[in-house]
């Protein structure tokens, strides 16, 4: 029995202390995730920004109407007669 207690502390002192490194990992998992979340919430109002400075629009909705299919800069279809541009 002795035999196997001392091995088990041999083995137990070969077994590197892994508190620090998970630590340090959290800590820089939270960093990013600081980080990401600063990007998300102002980078896309300062693109937004430079959008409306160069004269486009800029959509207050999250959801898109279910019958727009045109382009993006294509806003108000639901005044055009159906049919394509020779229509009407």
Not at 50 to 60: A, D, E, L, N, Q
């Amino acid at each position: 029995m002795n035999n196997f207690k001392r091995l088990q502390e041999e083995e137990l002192e070969r077994v590197p202390d892994l508190r620090n490194n998970q630590r340090s990992v959290r800590n820089q998992l939270d960093n990013m995730r600081t980080v990401g979340n600063v990007v998300e919430l102002y980078l896309t109002k300062i693109l937004d920004l430079f959008v409306v400075m160069s004269g486009g629009r800029i959509s207050t909705s999250d959801t898109r109407p279910s019958d727009h299919t045109g382009s993006p800069t294509d806003l108000d279809r639901r005044n055009r007669p159906s049919g394509g541009p020779s229509a009407g």
